[in-house]
């Protein structure tokens, strides 16, 4: 166990506090939920960091922080549409995805090979692993979730400002869905390059 793991490790229990605050935790709660979700995705960059700086990257480390990603978007995604903020297609198609991509992958970890190293055209890289593609699409998810959260503070308190704030939400949670797809189907071109014994 490295620091930049347990880093990682943190953020599960952290999102089981974010989700208690979003359902339980009052008026109080759910505005402390908005920070809450800003330092749970600073966390996730920030393990990234140190696993650098640290020399501290390996094949686990990669897949705990995939992990990680895909249990913090999945259960946010199903608490704001269990807390009726988004459609449930969202998770759906968020489960959906995540459940062809990370199978796909294992067949590269079995190999020894990160999922970021896995993608071997260019444009598959630039699309899942390329910086620009990854921060762009981790910004909005982000964005996404802190104005859900806030839309749901709003919402708590009857403020007039919870329709636009709503509106805002619904936009960026679909923009993250369209990114999400986007960066999936490389994901899964590369499995059929596999198959077919493709380089």
Not at 48 to 70: P, Q, W
Not at 98 to 115: H, I, P, Q
């Amino acid at each position: 166990m490295n620091l930049a793991n347990s880093i990682t490790l943190a953020r599960f229990p952290l999102l089981v506090l974010l989700v208690w605050m979003l359902y339980a935790g009052g008026v109080w709660g759910r505005f402390l939920a908005v920070p809450g979700v800003v330092l749970l995705i600073v966390m996730d960059a920030f393990d990234g960091i140190v696993a650098r700086r640290r020399n501290e990257t390996s094949l686990l480390g990669s897949v705990l922080d995939i992990a990680a990603d895909r249990a913090v978007e999945i259960t946010l995604w199903v608490v704001f549409a269990s807390l009726n903020l988004i459609s449930i297609v969202i998770p759906i198609i968020f489960i959906i995805r995540g459940a062809l991509t990370d199978s796909v992958r294992e067949v590269g970890y079995a190999g020894g090979k990160t999922a970021h190293a896995q993608m071997s055209s260019d444009w598959g890289y630039w699309i899942v692993a390329g910086r620009p593609m990854r921060a762009g699409y981790g910004l909005v998810k982000a964005a996404a979730f802190m104005t859900l959260a806030l839309t749901l503070a709003l919402q708590t308190i009857q403020s007039s400002l919870y329709q636009p704030a709503l509106i805002s939400a619904l936009v960026l949670s679909w923009l993250s869905t369209l990114l999400c797809i986007v960066r999936g189907v490389p994901v899964v071109m590369e499995a059929f390059r596999w198959e077919k014994g493709g380089a």
